[in-house]
């Protein structure tokens, strides 16, 4: 049996996408609570004047220190990238999503202990909140390797459409956090917030084993030849020299795209609460927006691209129709936020939806999660980097003088701008090697000139009886069963 033919491959979607549910739960789990992070004790709301901001709980971390988390999540996901990587390469999905998801669960355990009491407030507390994010670091990353592996395996049919239900999962799990984090803390205080985030994590593990049970009773019923195909193989630095040049053009993209807006989602409950003046819950909403409207359009765009089969062009278009969001942002107050983050959801979809399949398309099978991996690792270090230079830029403790505070806000927003701008000249250069270099990442392109070859061919082959056939003009695309011109 063929993998396309066997039908409980959609049993596997489930299983793989549900995987990384708690891992993305956690991922913004401190950015709904930003402000309970970042703001000084002040005990019981009662003993404080009416002047005062109440922050009962609150764990008094500061801008810079609240930044190091994302920072710690965001470099011990790229470190750990290379050789997971290479490891999920070698040992396979099976186990590797066994392994990872469990990673991502002790480090939620050990960020969930740190706002105990005795402990939160105590020199144990930050050490523990940066262990347990770079175990949720490690986690998070390796878990998508194998999720991207197990797609590229089952769905190479239906990469771009899988992948829309991809990114709707990965987004259910941010606006879980989104919806839920902010109200537990509100109500029951912030460490049983921060334990609702274990037990997502908990899901993740239970469908990492169902998938490796499904994984494993699906291979069984493929012939010979797919189950080779499956067999993990090794990788050599041949293999990674090899990668073309748009793979490398793609993960710069990842890398300045990523970050030109996940500090924005690190940072945006507690900017739109300063520069608007919405309570910490309703900011908390507006920020989630950005992934609500994901959640909402992920499955459509990923329909919509696989029927438009233009990655390259489509990443050049999203780049310029997010562009005006940060001037926005940083000077039109007027402009209601809730548009601005909707407007960030959909543009980021589109990349998200775009970016990650690029690499399936332009590298060997076998190379995959190794390939995914060197994405992951510099996309981390892009945006650790980033989130440290905002947290300096906003200071080690909040400012409390408004019109400053503001200005530094605006001086990050020129920054997250400036990598975008950097994404988008990323852009221009991939489609540039990719239309003079096969088109992989632009095949209706490619379709087209296989055509209007094809027609030339047919016309000179009623002129000449020695005409040359078409197959000596075109190639056939395996994975697509079009013609496409045929590389020199």
């Known amino acids: 049996m063929k993998v396309e033919d066997w039908k409980w491959r959609y049993l596997i979607l489930v299983f793989d996408c549900s995987m990384t549910f708690g891992c993305y739960f956690n ?5 709904a609570v930003q402000a309970d992070i ?12 009416s002047n005062a901001t109440c922050c009962d709980g609150c764990m008094g971390l500061g801008p810079y220190r609240y930044n190091q988390l994302y920072t710690a999540y965001s470099w011990m996901n790229a470190l750990f990238a290379l050789p997971g990587g290479y490891m999920i390469d070698r040992i396979g999905n099976r186990v590797s999503a066994i392994i990872v998801t469990s990673m991502a669960t002790i480090g939620s355990v050990l960020f969930a202990v740190s706002s105990m009491e005795g402990i939160r407030g105590s020199t144990a507390m930050f050490p523990l909140m940066i ?14 390797i194998v999720q991207d592996r197990v797609v590229a395996f089952w769905f190479k049919d239906r990469i771009s459409f899988v992948y829309g239900f991809v990114i709707f999962a990965l987004r259910v799990g941010n606006v879980s956090n989104y919806l839920v984090t902010a109200n537990i803390a ?3 205080g912030i460490r049983w917030a921060f334990w609702t985030g274990t037990l997502a994590c908990v899901i993740g593990v239970i469908s990492a084993i169902s998938l490796a049970v499904v994984d494993y009773y699906g291979t069984k019923q493929l012939d010979d030849d797919c189950k080779i195909n499956m067999k993990a193989l090794p990788v050599s630095r041949k293999d990674i020299r090899d990668f073309p040049v748009t793979y490398w053009i793609v993960c710069l993209m990842i890398m300045s795209y990523y970050s030109s807006y996940l500090p924005f989602v690190g940072n945006g409950t507690k900017y739109i609460q300063d520069r608007y003046g919405y309570s910490k819950t309703t900011s908390s909403y507006f920020t989630g927006a950005i992934y609500d409207t994901s959640v909402v359009t992920s499955p459509l765009i990923g329909s919509l691209l696989g029927a438009i089969d233009c990655h390259g062009m489509v990443l ?21 936020p809730l548009i601005l983050t909707v407007w960030i959801g959909i543009s980021y979809t589109f990349a998200g939806v775009c970016l990650w399949p690029c690499i399936m398309i332009v590298v060997p099978k076998k190379a995959i999660g190794t390939a995914i991996g060197i994405a992951t690792f510099v ?39 400036g990598m975008l701008l950097f994404c988008t000249a990323c852009s221009i250069t991939l489609n540039i090697f990719d239309l003079s270099k096969g088109r ?29 056939s078409v197959q ?4 056939i695309d395996a994975s697509s069963s079009d013609l496409i011109p045929g590389i020199q």
């Not at 970042?38 to 004047?49: A, F, K, L």
């Not at 780049?319 to 007027?334: A, D, G, H, N």
């Not at 087209?448 to 030339?456: C, P, S």
């Open 440 to 468: 992989l990442l632009n095949r209706r392109l490619a379709k087209k000139n296989a055509k209007e070859m094809k027609t030339f061919v047919d016309e000179k082959s009623s002129l000449m009886t020695d005409a040359p």
């Open 379 to 417: 996309q981390g270090l892009g945006i650790g980097l980033t989130n440290l230079v905002t947290g300096k830029l906003l200071g080690f403790t909040e400012d409390p003088n408004r019109e400053s505070l503001i200005h530094k806000y605006q001086t990050m927003l020129w920054l997250l701008l």
């Open 472 to 475: 000596s003009y075109v190639s």
């Open 131 to 144: 262990c347990g994010r770079l175990l949720i670091g490690a986690g998070s990353g390796s878990s998508l």
């Open 38 to 49: 970042q703001g000084q004790d002040t005990g019981p709301c009662m003993n404080i004047s």
């Open 316 to 336: 050049f278009a999203v780049c310029i129709f997010t562009l005006p969001v940060f001037p926005l942002l940083s000077y039109c107050p007027e402009l209601h």
């Open 186 to 188: 509100k109500t029951y």
């Open 27 to 31: 991922i913004d789990i401190i950015s």
